[in-house]
């Protein structure tokens, strides 16, 4: 196993020179306890003693947290109707012995599916005593569904297994994941799932445990792993009336009953058209379900926008309540619709309703109270259907500029709160982007590293939307911008996956630009992922074309401590710690990463050794 490595600057980096710093004297420059520091490592933003180690090369041991995770979404209120499949669903749980459970749930848009899935889950809790995990597998951006591979990681970590433990390969997570549900009893619920090929790796290796899935492809394919299959039928109109009393009162719909059942039978059995329904006659007491009735009926003739399908009804009440909205909220409607995933952090919404002049507390009261919004613990966020509309809405009534406006906006305030993370994280790095100036001196918003590198970890699927949202419209600042900020994120908390495929998207971004500086540093900070993970010859295929960049436009230092890096790593990978150890017992490959970074590192030290002499970097 490779040691860890430390270096120091003083002029020139010299490979295997170390300085040693107390630990209040790195709290005091980064607000990151270490036993170590050094300078140059000040320079990339890395804190603390470099560990070298790949999980892929851990022992076969795993070291986990015990943690037994809850982490099902809150009740969605009324819950109606489904004892016939509540029945089937216990049923196969006592047939269940072999393996664990697989369920599958099908059906529309809107239809009850993962309301279902939780009410089942939290009926059985005790039946999980090692956890209930939860995984969206990401229907709000279709056209980029997440791998099964983030889905592993996701639920690793839910299990307990360190960020910086996690493997990168697939096939490792799936060696780990295996091993860890083993013997245990948990359920996992998958949500909007797109493909089997999401789920078949997440079936839990115990026959205690359970895997529910939620879709609305029917997922044929995982009839080969066992899977129990449930398509969901509408509710059936009593069941939707049920939904009206309990929403509006017993007494207002028993007057109209018969328009109650017409409108039941206008909702076709959506739950979640019955419930944006009620909460449109609730916020309307004058109004009556005829009324409501004949507007459901002419808008389904109206609405020829959307396709006629299964989630025709839903659609053409979720219009109805944008109809009912105030002109203000019509448009804050349209306009966190282009947020990429459709989950939003409430900073935001209050920013883009700041943008439109709104009162942003009572126009997001009326998206909550249309139901047209979903509200949680400081976030908001869309049920994919009602998305699917506010995006439809917005192609029809705003200008390709608004929404494009709209989508800058969005992905500069990412950039800007990324960057107020980054200098609480790796205050003293110098850094490039232009939003660094404005809030250097800002009061910070996190009151530690920790809590910072927490705000990434919740965000970490929106940044990563955010960058290839901004990549597919050649937006190439944000692009370099978001991934020099989240240096700090990746370095300490290891999300490999992420940190290769942004970065990769950020040096071709720079290089567009012609930035040379972007471009140097964004190789940098990839090269120590390929370090970290002892991939050699990737490390030096990304950091060696820097050197060959105009000198004015790279960082001689951060360059010089990444080859050191490089070079140092080669030569421990045959054993020769020493800087100074003959290199003819090491493996060609070796021998050559040892040789071309040498040669880059000694052109990177010749222009800062010319002008600055022994001058301290830092």
């Not at 490595?5 to 040693?20: F, L």
């Not at 196969?92 to 059906?107: F, I, K, M, P, Q």
């Not at 994941?177 to 245990?184: N, P, V």
Request: overall charge neutral; glycine content about 8%; aromatic content about 6%.
């Amino acid at each position: 196993m490779p040691r860890s490595v430390e270096t120091s600057v003083t002029g020139e980096i010299a490979t295997g020179d170390i300085v040693a710093h107390g630990a209040a004297n790195d709290v005091a420059r980064t607000g990151v306890p270490t036993t170590r520091h050094d300078e140059a490592s000040d320079r990339t933003g890395t804190t603390g003693v470099l560990d070298r180690r790949s999980p892929g090369h851990l022992p076969g041991r795993i070291d986990v947290v015990p943690v037994a995770a809850h982490q099902l979404p809150p009740p969605s209120g009324l819950f109606v109707g489904r004892t016939s499949e509540l029945n089937r669903m216990e049923a196969w749980h006592r047939e269940n012995s072999e393996r664990a459970l697989l369920v599958a749930l099908t059906g529309s848009g809107g239809i009850g599916k993962t309301t279902l899935a939780c009410h089942w889950l939290r009926q059985h809790e005790r039946r999980f005593p090692d956890g209930q995990l939860y995984v969206d597998a990401g229907t709000r951006s279709a056209e980029h569904p997440i791998a099964a591979a983030e889905l592993l990681g996701r639920l690793l970590r839910a299990l307990g297994v360190p960020p910086e433990r996690v493997p990168l390969e697939m096939a490792e997570r799936l060696s780990w994941y295996r091993s860890i549900t083993a013997g245990r009893s948990l359920s996992v619920l998958v949500d909007n799932v797109v493909s089997t090929a999401q789920v078949r790796p997440l079936l839990p290796e115990s026959a205690t445990s359970t895997l529910l899935v939620t879709s609305r492809s029917r997922l044929v394919g995982l009839t080969m792993e066992g899977a129990r299959f449930m398509e969901l039928a509408p509710l059936n109109a009593e069941d939707v009336v049920h939904i009206l009393s309990r929403k509006l009162g017993r007494s207002r719909v028993s007057r109209e009953m018969g328009n109650a059942r017409l409108l039941a039978k206008l909702c076709a059995g959506s739950p979640l058209a019955a419930t944006e329904i009620s909460a449109w006659l609730a916020a309307r007491p004058h109004r009556s379900l005829a009324h409501a009735a004949n507007l459901v009926r002419e808008q389904r003739k109206r609405l020829t926008t959307l396709p006629r399908s299964e989630d025709f009804a839903a659609h053409s009440v979720v219009d109805i309540c944008y109809q009912g909205l105030s002109p203000q909220a019509a448009t804050l409607y349209r306009r966190l619709a282009q947020h990429p995933r459709g989950d939003l952090p409430v900073a935001l919404t209050h920013h883009l309703a700041g943008i439109e002049g709104s009162d942003s507390e009572r126009v997001l009261a009326e998206l909550r109270d249309a139901r047209l919004l979903g509200a949680g613990e400081q976030r908001y966020w869309f049920h994919d259907l009602v998305l699917a509309h506010a995006r439809t809405m917005s192609l029809g009534e705003d200008s390709p500029g608004v929404r494009r406006r709209t989508l800058h906006s969005v992905i500069d305030w990412y950039i800007g709160r990324a960057v107020e993370a980054d200098l609480v994280i790796t205050p003293r790095r110098p850094r490039f982007g232009r939003h660094y100036p404005s809030r250097a001196n800002d009061w910070p918003v996190w009151d530690s590293p920790e809590s910072a590198l927490d705000w990434f970890e919740r965000e970490r699927g929106n940044l990563r939307a955010v960058i290839i949202e901004a990549h597919h419209n050649q937006w190439d600042e944000p692009v370099w911008q978001l991934c020099e900020a989240m240096w700090g994120f990746f370095f300490h908390r290891k999300h490999y996956r992420d940190w290769i495929d942004s970065h990769r998207l950020g040096i071709e971004a720079a290089s567009r630009l012609g930035h040379p500086l972007a471009e140097s540093r964004l190789r940098c900070q990839l090269a120590f992922a390929y370090l970290d993970l002892e991939h050699f010859d990737e490390a030096m295929d990304v950091c060696l074309p820097a050197p060959r960049l105009p000198e004015a436009g790279w960082d001689s230092a951060e360059l010089s401590t990444t080859l050191s890096e490089l070079t140092s790593a080669a030569r421990r990978g045959s054993g020769h710690d020493d800087a100074g150890s003959n290199t003819s017992d090491e493996r060609p490959g070796e021998r050559k990463i040892v040789r071309i970074s040498s040669a880059a590192l000694s052109r990177a030290r010749a222009p800062r050794a010319e002008t600055t002499g022994n001058h301290r970097i830092g």
